[in-house]
C-alpha cells in the first residue's frame, strides 16, 4: 500500500466496510483524512413491500452510518448532495438505454460521472492531494504513465467498472484496498473497531432497491408506450409483448411460448418495438462493435491483441481489437460467446492491466453471430 502521510486525501466514504477501512488505513499511515459522502438517491420514494429491507448502497442509514465512523476516526465530514447529477447522468442514462434496447450499467456511469469528475472536483476544490476510494484496483506509476490494473482479490476485482479513467484521473486517485484480500479487509476493519465491520455487501443497483426494473421503468416513463412482436430469428411471428424493456439479451423465462426447444432473447429491435427469439445456438455471438472507446494506453492504430471481458462477472475471452473509427472498434473473439450484450461494457486487458474499454453497440450491424471456427473472421 502506497504510503501517503503528509498527504491530504479525501476519502469517498458510502457507509460500507470498505471505504472506512481505506479512511482508517490513511489516517493511521499519517495523512489528513477527509470524508466525502454522495448523497444521490431518495430512499423516501421508495416504499419496501412488507418492510422488506434490500442490500443496496448509498441510502440515508448508510450516509449515516459514514458520519459515524468518521466520528469516530475523528476526521472531517461533509455530505455533498448530487441527487439531481445522479437523476439526468445517471438514471436517465438508465431509462434511455432500456427504451432503446439496451442493458445499462449504471454503475460505469456513476463512477464516471460522479465519483470520477463531480466528487473529484471537490477534493481539488479542498485542495487536496488525492481522492481515495474503496475500489479493489489498482493505479500504477509506471515511467511517464498511470497503469489501471486489477486488484489482488479476484472475487473482489472492480477494474472492469474504471475503465473510463483518464490519465489525468489516475494521478491524483488511489486505491488503497486494490493489494488485499476482503478478508484482510475485514480484519482491519475489526482491529480499528470500526462499527460497519460486520456490515453486509451491497447487492443490487441503488435506485431499484427490489431488483424490479420493469415497476422503475413504468414508475418513470410511464407503460404501454412499447407494445409489439415477439418473433423467432426465422421471422415467424410468435406472441405479442407489453414493452420491449422488459426484456434482455439470454432471457429465457417469462416468454410464455410454447416450442419443442427453450428459447431464449437473442435480440431486441426497440425502433421496430420487436423482441427476437431462438434457441441457445442463435445467443453465440463471434464479432460485436464498442463504441465510445476510451484508451488508459496510447490509442493503438492497428489490429492487436487482447483479452476482452463482455460483462462484470464474465471470464476474459482472448480476442483481436480492430479499429473502426477514432472511437470505435470492432472486437474479433477467438471463441464465440453468448451474453453479449448491446449497452452493457466491453474491457480490454493484458494480463492485469486494463489497457481500455467501451460500450457494445446496439447497431444494426453491431453483433455478428458465432461461427463453428473458433479462428477470428479475416478482415
Not at 263 to 291: C, M, N, P, T, Y
Request: net charge negative; proline share 4%; charged share 25%.
Amino acid at each position: 500500500m502506497e504510503s501517503l502521510a503528509g498527504k491530504r486525501v479525501v476519502v469517498a466514504m458510502s457507509g460500507g466496510v470498505d471505504s472506512s477501512v481505506t479512511a482508517a488505513l490513511l489516517k493511521e499511515q499519517g495523512a489528513e483524512v477527509i470524508g466525502l459522502t454522495m448523497q444521490i438517491w431518495d430512499y423516501r420514494n421508495f416504499s419496501a413491500p412488507d418492510g422488506q429491507h434490500f442490500g443496496t448502497c448509498c441510502s440515508l442509514d448508510d450516509v449515516y452510518d459514514a458520519r459515524r465512523v468518521a466520528e469516530q476516526l475523528g476526521i472531517p465530514f461533509y455530505v455533498v448532495n448530487f441527487e439531481e447529477e445522479f437523476a439526468r447522468q445517471v438514471i436517465d442514462a438508465f431509462c434511455d438505454d432500456y427504451f432503446a434496447g439496451r442493458t445499462p450499467n449504471p454503475c460505469v456511469l456513476c463512477n464516471q460521472k460522479l465519483k470520477f469528475e463531480l466528487l473529484l472536483r471537490r477534493a481539488v476544490e479542498l485542495e487536496a492531494d488525492f481522492l481515495a476510494t474503496g475500489h479493489y484496483a489498482q493505479v500504477v506509476h509506471e515511467g511517464e504513465r498511470y497503469a489501471l490494473r486489477k486488484g489482488v482479490d479476484d472475487s473482489k476485482d472492480q477494474s472492469y467498472f474504471l475503465f473510463t479513467l483518464t490519465q489525468q484521473q489516475m494521478a491524483m486517485v488511489r486505491f488503497p484496498l486494490g493489494g488485499m484480500t476482503k478478508e484482510e479487509v475485514r480484519a482491519h476493519a475489526a482491529r480499528f473497531s470500526l462499527r460497519v465491520a460486520e456490515k453486509a455487501e451491497s447487492q443490487d443497483i441503488c435506485f431499484v432497491p427490489d431488483g424490479d426494473y420493469v415497476r422503475f421503468l413504468e414508475e418513470q416513463r410511464g407503460a404501454g408506450t412499447m407494445d409489439g412482436e415477439i418473433v423467432h430469428v426465422d421471422g415467424r411471428l410468435l406472441a405479442r409483448h407489453h414493452g420491449t424493456y422488459r426484456y434482455t439479451i439470454g432471457q429465457r423465462r417469462g416468454l410464455g411460448i410454447a416450442w419443442p426447444e427453450p428459447l431464449f432473447v437473442v435480440g431486441i429491435d426497440a425502433a421496430g418495438k420487436r423482441v427476437i427469439v431462438g434457441e441457445k445456438q442463435h445467443l453465440s455471438v463471434a464479432e460485436f462493435l464498442v463504441d465510445q472507446v476510451n484508451w488508459l494506453i496510447p490509442p493503438p492504430t492497428g489490429p492487436f491483441d487482447a483479452d476482452c471481458r463482455i460483462r462484470y462477472r464474465h471470464k476474459e475471452v482472448p480476442s483481436q481489437i480492430r479499429k473502426v473509427d477514432v472511437d470505435t472498434v470492432r472486437v474479433v473473439l477467438r471463441e464465440p460467446q453468448a451474453g453479449v450484450t448491446p449497452g452493457q461494457a466491453a474491457v480490454f486487458y493484458r494480463g492485469d492491466e486494463v489497457i481500455g474499454g467501451g460500450w457494445i453497440d446496439v447497431g444494426a450491424h453491431g453483433l455478428r453471430p458465432g461461427r463453428t471456427s473458433s479462428a477470428p473472421a479475416q478482415s
